[in-house]
């Protein structure tokens, strides 16, 4: 599971527990700036292919969890309940996508549109 928040114009994503061994990373900073949108999406988890990984876990129905390339992309996975997940898609940045499970997906999409609406006002 990841934790989001924002933090100093930046998009602040901590993995937790055993994850960082299993995705080989614990934190992830984007600029608020590179964000090009989130949604909560369940069914792109559902999936038992998520690309080549590179490196990382995945245990289809388990975890997929780790850098993982696939159709041309470089995406970064953190999920083990495909329902509590959610997609940031980014630009400008060594991944294309963070694909990651969360507490509470709504409050999480809301919490990233709201600051990368801020930002975009400023």
Not at 47 to 62: A, D
Not at 97 to 102: D, H, K, Q, T
Request: hydrophobic letters at 45%; glycine letters at 8%.
């Amino acid at each position: 599971m990841v934790e989001v928040s924002v933090n100093d114009g930046k998009l602040m994503l901590h993995v937790c527990g055993a994850d960082k061994l299993w995705a080989l990373k614990s934190t992830l900073e984007v600029p608020l700036a590179h964000v090009a949108g989130v949604r909560a999406d369940a069914e792109i988890a559902r999936g038992w292919f998520h690309g080549l990984r590179m490196p990382g876990t995945n245990l289809p129905g388990v975890i997929t969890a780790g850098t993982f390339y696939q159709d041309g992309k470089r995406v970064f996975w953190d999920v083990h309940h495909p329902e509590k997940t959610i997609v940031i898609e980014l630009h400008d940045e060594q991944y294309n996508e963070l694909i990651v499970e969360v507490e509470d997906p709504l409050l999480a999409v809301s919490l990233v549109q709201s600051a990368i609406g801020n930002k975009r006002s400023s």
